[in-house]
């Protein structure tokens, strides 16, 4: 393939920025209440008119956090991030995806009753992912993306609920 090939009407890519909520499912603790960050760039290639693949390289942070009166017991996982998808648009303001995340832990701690200590986790992860992108404009668009590990991560399982803002540099 020649640079003339290239197109660039075939790529975009921009930034993205939010919020992830998660669990560990496999720590007896039940419920979304560990909230992260999660910000990165991202690269997609418009295959047709329905049709993309796309490429991101993100921070996020999940874990899990039980807080009943004063005990409490949080466990902060941080991960860089490899998401590949593949975006099927459905209608004019809605795309679904689905893909894999390839994951490599760069932090993990535990707080546990006021007492933090650093906890060991398995380095990779490998989440399966489904969501749909609501479109607002031509530039910005709502991402809603459940993800869910395939193997276990030190004998749990992560859950994350993701909601972030993409920008696309035009």
Known sequence: ????????????????????????????????HKFGITAGFFVNRQFNTKLQGQFELRYNQKGAAVRKG?????????YMELPFTANLLIQKNLKLEAGLIPSVLINASRLDNSFKENIRFDTFDLPAAIGMYYILSETVSFQLRESYSLFRVSGIFNNALTFALFYTIE
């Open 70 to 78: 004063e005990d409490q017991y949080v466990i902060r996982l941080d």
């Open 1 to 32: 393939m020649s640079v003339q090939n290239l197109e660039a009407g075939n790529f975009s890519g921009g930034w993205q920025a939010g919020l992830t909520t998660s669990q560990m499912d496999g720590d007896k603790n039940a419920g979304y």
